[in-house]
């Protein structure tokens, strides 16, 4: 078998069975429908602030698709719970520049932790988007939450966009 | 065509054909290439590979364009070429439009109705104009191809969409379209065999029944006229549609089959040069088809390239090649249906049907059980195959899709069928 594994890492495969954050939230402060018409994986994503609306107390989300999307919801719920808003920008934009690298560089452990494993994901290009799905949710989540509540608005709201070729 | 009980696929397999497609004898993430996507789109042998480059190095001008010797040779390439094409399809050279593709070709006859139903072309285009009390019909199966265009149509004409249902495997029988289609219906369109399913349909029945109610039928035959002998006048239907890049030709080319008399009077949805016979400021009138419906600069090179595909089909033999193809198809369900924990979407066993399969590997999504094939080597579709309404009438949003042509060998069902039964246990899914 090719480097399969390197797509497949053992972590992904955990992520895909334990789906952290799987589940509507009772009263989210924003939410976001995200769907990738080329293969129909879907997820609908809800995010809870604490009382200062800076800080991402809850991510919720119900969605249905590859091990790789829904793999990388489950991370990225790790990863962003009780983050502020800075940081899960901050988190956003790495993500994303890992999954545009190709495979080459780097991934920044220091700041994605366990998410790295999805570094391997960016050498296939058809899969990238399944890797994005969530994490385009939870940016758009973060700016209709921070649209509605100057609090959260600190930092700058990175470019919005579907997931797909991103 | 009976076979001897004994005779495998590959005894029906040319032997040298594997050579004439360079294409699959490469290597896919390291393994032989198992190319299982001719459903999508098939692979190109030399001879169509030359073709076009022989036209395009000695033959190469403007078709239907002033009065030059070269005019006259490329001009009469292309409309020999339509010809062999007409010929392979039980058609005459009036009744064979070229099109960008299939999906166009259905655009183009719904387009048209809609130009019928805002007033335009002559009384002869009452047959095209439909209102509020009629009817158009297709099925739950239809690729999006041949359902967007009439929704849109419905939603310009005030009609009414309406569908026949699909069983629990995804067939349908004569009498479910008997349900559907009656009195109010005018147009009535669907897929010969079915791109996710393999089934076939009962055309001629259909035909029949929306004839006798005075209803003009559509044939998706993208999946059906590179797979089996075809006559569209003995199928009786007024309308089909098929695309050359299925059936060994280029893409960029697709075939809009209609009676001569229907394509005549229905009003040409793209307009421009070419199309016209008197242009004046205020108006134009139009050719007969084929050129009214042929605006603009033709896909002249892969019209040619398309004829010759059709006489490479054609030495193979129609007959051959669907005998071959069914006891691919045999092999594709015995092989699938056996596997623990697969479920094959589509007619079972015994029940005749394309050679392609469709599976759903519960616990694993489509796109993880194709990544999987791919990383041994193997081709396959993934995805909703531009068809969502049938899978979530099957309860799915995707399924993984084997489909086989005139190269397939058995050996490469044997292990797509072998890697799908590894699926569960690589993504650690209990059978």
């Not at chain 2, 008997?178 to 029945?205: C, K």
């Not at chain 2, 003009?216 to 002998?229: E, Y």
């Amino acid at each position: 078998m090719s480097d399969l594994s390197g797509l497949y890492q053992e972590l992904i495969l955990d992520h895909s069975r334990r789906r952290l954050g799987d589940g509507e939230l009772a009263e989210p402060h924003a939410t976001h429908h995200e769907l990738n018409p080329t293969c129909g994986d879907e997820i609908t994503m809800g995010i809870h602030l604490d009382a200062s609306g800076t800080v991402l107390e809850a991510i919720g989300w119900t969605g249905d698709g590859c091990s790789i999307s829904m793999a990388s919801a489950s991370a990225l719920t790790e990863l962003a719970t009780g983050a502020d808003l800075d940081r899960v920008r901050a988190l956003v934009d790495e993500f994303r520049s890992m999954m545009r690298s190709k495979g080459a560089g780097e991934a920044n452990e220091e700041l994605l932790g366990d998410a790295i494993a999805f570094h391997g994901v960016s050498k296939y290009v058809m899969r990238v988007k399944c890797a994005m799905l969530a994490w385009v949710a939870l940016e758009a989540c973060v700016a209709a939450a921070s649209a509605s509540n100057p609090a959260s608005a600190t930092g700058a709201i990175t470019d919005r966009g579907d997931s797909s070729a991103r | 065509m009976t076979l001897d009980p004994t005779t495998t696929v590959d005894d029906l397999l040319p032997t040298a054909i594997r050579e004439d497609f360079p294409y699959l004898d490469q290597e896919l993430n390291g393994h032989p290439l198992a190319y299982l996507d001719s459903a999508a789109t098939a692979q190109r042998p030399i001879a169509v590979l030359d073709a076009e480059r022989a036209y395009l190095e000695h033959s190469n001008a403007a078709v239907h364009r002033g009065a030059s010797t070269l005019v006259g040779t490329s001009t009469t390439a292309f409309e020999e070429a339509r010809e062999t094409v007409a010929r392979f399809v039980g058609a005459g050279p009036r009744e064979i439009v070229w099109t960008a593709n299939a999906t166009d070709a259905i655009n183009m006859v719904a387009l048209g109705m809609a130009d019928a139903a805002a007033g335009l072309g002559g009384p002869e285009a009452g047959v095209f104009r439909l209102g509020a009390d009629d009817e158009i019909v297709v099925t739950e199966a239809e690729h999006h191809a041949d359902l967007i265009p009439w929704q849109r149509l419905a939603a310009k004409t005030g009609a009414t969409l309406r569908w026949i249902p699909v069983h629990d495997d995804g067939t349908w029988n004569i009498d479910d379209a008997a349900s559907v289609i009656g009195p109010r219906t005018r147009f009535v369109a669907f897929g010969h065999v079915s791109n996710v399913t393999g089934f076939v349909a009962p055309v001629g029945d259909v035909v029949e029944l929306a004839h006798r109610h005075g209803a003009l039928v559509l044939l998706d035959a993208c999946q059906s006229v590179p797979h089996r002998p075809i006559d569209f006048a003995s199928l009786g239907v007024d309308f089909a549609a098929f695309s050359a890049h299925k059936m060994l030709g280029p893409t960029g080319i697709g075939v809009l089959y209609g009676r001569e008399h229907l394509l005549d009077a229905l009003p040409p949805a793209r307009t421009g040069g070419s199309t016209i016979t008197t242009v004046t400021m205020e108006s134009a009138s139009f050719l007969p088809s084929p050129q009214r419906f042929e605006a603009g600069t033709q896909p002249v090179s892969q019209a040619v390239a398309l004829a010759e595909a059709v006489r490479y089909l054609d030495t193979l033999g129609m007959e051959q090649v669907h005998a071959q193809e069914s006891a691919l198809a045999e092999l594709l369900v015995d092989e699938t249906a056996r596997i623990p924990g697969i479920r094959l979407i589509g007619p079972g066993a015994g029940i005749e049907r394309a050679a392609l399969a469709s599976v759903d590997v519960p616990g694993v999504h489509a796109h993880d059980v194709g990544q999987f094939l791919d990383s041994q080597g193997i081709a396959v579709r993934v995805g909703h195959h531009c068809a969502q309404p049938l899978h979530r009438r099957l309860g799915l949003r995707a399924t993984t899709r084997a489909s086989a042509y005139v190269y397939t060998t058995s050996d490469e069902i044997h292990r797509f069928a072998a890697a799908l039964a590894e699926v569960r246990g690589f993504f650690g899914v209990d059978a």
